[in-house]
């Protein structure tokens, strides 16, 4: 990997979505997105993130992705390791979920990073990872991983970050160049 270099930080105070619609350009063949204690308004909510190619709107971008999680409980009664199907979605328009079912009590929140490789390109899609973890609403953490691309040879420009419903109360997305 190479050496991150810092371009932007989002911060959130109520805000329905965290976007960016300037970062990511051809300087940089790899961005970053590391997101620290998002914390939802709303209880038991998914979190994501969709892009644009440069000149549209609408966040609405065609992509393949896959989802696993692996979670525990307090209680240490739910272990679990899993493919989750409802989470993925196949050449689909919809945000592209890094997290699931995140609570909303005063110490639940998600953290992550996000990985997007070559925005700028004009010839092949955009591949994307993501490693989260989130404290579920049923007191438990969620481990989950995220892989995919985006269907699109055209320059991505914008990216947003939502939960599925509520406002983002509070968190951090630092955005960073790889070179």
């Known amino acids: 990997m190479g050496i991150p270099t810092l371009i932007q930080t ?7 979505t965290l976007a960016d619609t ?6 940089y063949d790899e961005y970053m997105f590391v997101m620290t204690d998002l914390h939802p308004e709303t209880d038991s909510v998914d979190f994501g993130f969709q892009v644009n190619v440069d000149g549209q709107s609408g ?7 896959t989802f696993f999680k692996a979670g525990h409980d307090e209680a240490d009664s739910y272990p679990s390791i899993g493919y989750e199907s409802t989470m993925d979605q196949a050449q689909g ?4 979920w890094l997290s699931f079912n995140t609570g909303n ?21 955009k591949h994307f990872y993501s490693r989260c973890n989130g404290y579920h609403a049923e007191d438990y953490t969620d481990e989950m991983v995220t892989a995919g691309y985006i269907n699109v040879t055209g320059a991505i420009t914008d990216i947003s970050f939502k939960f599925e ?3 983002i109360d509070a ?9």
């Open 10 to 16: 989002l911060t959130a105070s109520s805000d329905a």
């Open 105 to 125: 009590d005063a110490d639940q929140s998600k953290a992550g990073i996000l990985h997007i490789f070559s925005p700028a390109d004009t010839t092949y899609v």
């Open 93 to 96: 328009t919809a945000y592209n």
């Open 165 to 167: 419903s509520g406002a």
């Open 59 to 65: 966040y609405n971008e065609t992509s393949t992705n």
């Open 22 to 27: 300037s970062s990511m350009t051809s300087a």
């Open 171 to 179: 968190g951090v997305i630092q955005i960073y160049g790889i070179s």
